[in-house]
């Protein structure tokens, strides 16, 4: 199995997929990618957000701080520890996370019409057996960057 290969095609059609979906300038690939993690993983603290998202704890403060103007997220205090605050996504910042992926996946699926029915199962098939694995790392590389800074 040729690996290196496998995940330059990879990448090659991410960015194709990005550059399809670059028409939806509502809110910036990090701000989509925090209120993803926050609606996968629950309310978060800025420092594991920044971690994950690959951005300074500033900048992940500042984007909190818009999202909260919007009234996409929310700070709150950690029952854990009060001094900590936790960022969670507002019924808004779900809706308008649902939006933006609604019209993420129609871009998508425009982009696959015209495939023959067998490539697009298999594509099914290997993202429903790739997904969670690259989830669960993602999810581990983000604790542990978070435990480092």
């Known amino acids: 199995m040729d690996l290196e290969r496998s ?9 194709l ?7 939806n300038r509502d809110l910036s690939l990090t701000a989509v990618a925090m209120l993803g993690s926050l609606a996968l993983w629950g309310p978060q603290r800025i420092t594991t957000l920044a971690a994950a998202e ?4 500033p900048s992940m403060t500042q984007l909190v701080q818009r999202l909260e103007q919007r009234g996409l997220v929310r700070r709150g205090s950690d029952p854990a520890d009060g001094r900590v605050a936790l960022v969670s996504l507002t019924e808004e910042g779900k809706a308008a996370l649902a939006a933006r992926r609604k019209r993420n ?5 425009q ?3 015209g ?5 697009v199962e298999a594509l099914s098939e290997a993202l429903a057996a790739v997904l969670p694995a690259v989830r669960a790392k993602e999810a581990m590389r983000a604790k542990e960057s978070e435990k480092r800074n």
């Open 7 to 15: 995940a330059n095609e990879l990448l090659d059609l991410v960015s």
């Open 17 to 23: 997929v990005i550059r399809g979906l670059s028409g």
């Open 54 to 57: 690959g951005v300074s704890q």
């Open 105 to 109: 996946a129609e871009v998508i699926a």
């Open 111 to 113: 982009l696959l019409v």
């Open 115 to 119: 495939l023959p029915d067998a490539d």
